[in-house]
C-alpha cells in the first residue's frame, strides 16, 4: 500500500507541477498557492472535524502543526524569491537536493533502518533526478557566486524538513490533519497578502474564467500531498520520498511531450536512471 501511495504521488506532483508552472505564469505565485490550499481546506474539511476538539486540547500537537506549517510557508517564499532572483538553469539543480535532506532527517533522527540495496538504489534517484534537473553544467562551475543561489539553499533544506515533518505528523497525528491544517495557515497567509495587494477582484475573475482549470490544478497537487503523507505510514520516509521524488522527472517527461521542451543526452541519461531506480527501489521494498 506504502509503495502504490508513493508513486500516486509520485504521478500526481508531475502532472501537478506541469499545471502548477501555467498556473503560475497566468495567475501568479500568490493567487496559485491560495487556489491549492484553499480547495484542500475546503475538502478535507469532512475528514478533520471531528478530530479538532481534541487537537485543540493537546497543545504538543498544535505546536508541532503550527512549526510544519511556519516551515513550508519560509521554504515556498525563499523558493519564490529563489527563482525571482536566479536562474532556472541554477536553481533547478538545488532544489533537486530536497531528497537527500528529508532521507538524511529520517535516518538520523527517527533512526530509520533501510537495506543496503535500498540505500543503493536511493543514492541513484538523487543523481538521476540532479542530472533530469540540471539543464547545463555550465552555471555550476560558480555556482555560489550566482544571483538567488542561497535562497535556494535554504528552500531546498526547508521543503526537505517539510517532507520529514509531513512524514512525521502523518504517523503521529494524522494524514489529512497535517495536511488541512497547513493549508488553512497558508490560505489564511496568502489571503491575506492578495487582499494586501488588492488582487482580490482579479482572484474572483480568474476563479469564474478559468474554474474548470483550477480545480484540476488544485486536486492533482493535494492528492500527491495527501498520498504521498499516508505512504509515509506504511513504509519507511526515506523509501516513500526517493519514489515520490522521481516525479521532476515525470514532470520532465511531460514537458517534453506536451510543452515542447527539448532534454539534453544527460537529462535523459537521468531520466532513465529516475525510472529505473523508482521501480527497483518499489520491488526491493
Excluded at 88 to 105: C, G, Q, T, Y
Excluded at 154 to 169: H, N, P, R, S, Y
Excluded at 195 to 211: E, F, G, N, P, S
Aim: some cysteine; hydrophobic content about 55%; charged content about 15%.
Amino acid at each position: 500500500m506504502g509503495i502504490t501511495l508513493a508513486f500516486i504521488a509520485l504521478f500526481s506532483w508531475g502532472i501537478g507541477d506541469f499545471l502548477i508552472q501555467k498556473s503560475a505564469r497566468k495567475f501568479g505565485n500568490w493567487q496559485t498557492l491560495f487556489y491549492i490550499c484553499v480547495f484542500s481546506v475546503v475538502a478535507l474539511f469532512p475528514f478533520v472535524y471531528k478530530d479538532m476538539g481534541a487537537l485543540v486540547g493537546n497543545p504538543k500537537d498544535m505546536v508541532f502543526l503550527l512549526f510544519a506549517s511556519v516551515v513550508i510557508l519560509f521554504a515556498a517564499l525563499f523558493d519564490f524569491e529563489a527563482f525571482r532572483r536566479g536562474k532556472l538553469s541554477v536553481i533547478e539543480p538545488v532544489n533537486a537536493m530536497e531528497l537527500p535532506v528529508a532521507v538524511f532527517l529520517a535516518i538520523f533522527i527517527l533512526r530509520e533502518g533501510i537495506t543496503l540495496w535500498q540505500g543503493i538504489l536511493i543514492g541513484a534517484l538523487m543523481i538521476g533526478i540532479f542530472l533530469v534537473a540540471t539543464r547545463s553544467f555550465e552555471h555550476l562551475k560558480n555556482i555560489h557566486a550566482e544571483r538567488g543561489v542561497w535562497f535556494a539553499v535554504a528552500a531546498t533544506i526547508g521543503m526537505g524538513l517539510t517532507d520529514f515533518l509531513f512524514g512525521v505528523g502523518g504517523r503521529d497525528i494524522s494524514p489529512i490533519m497535517i495536511n488541512w491544517f497547513t493549508d488553512l495557515f497558508l490560505t489564511i497567509v496568502s489571503l491575506g497578502y492578495l487582499v494586501y495587494r488588492a488582487q482580490t477582484k482579479k482572484l474572483i475573475a480568474d476563479w469564474k474564467t478559468d474554474k474548470k482549470f483550477i480545480l484540476e490544478l488544485s486536486f492533482v497537487d493535494n492528492l500527491a500531498w495527501v498520498a504521498y503523507t499516508f505512504s509515509m505510514t506504511y513504509i519507511p520516509i526515506a523509501v516513500a520520498t526517493g519514489i515520490s521524488e522521481s516525479y521532476i522527472a515525470f514532470a520532465s517527461v511531460l514537458g517534453l511531450t506536451l510543452g515542447g521542451e527539448k532534454l539534453r543526452k544527460h537529462q535523459k541519461f537521468g531520466l532513465v536512471v529516475c525510472i529505473a531506480g523508482a521501480v527497483a527501489l518499489a520491488f526491493v521494498s
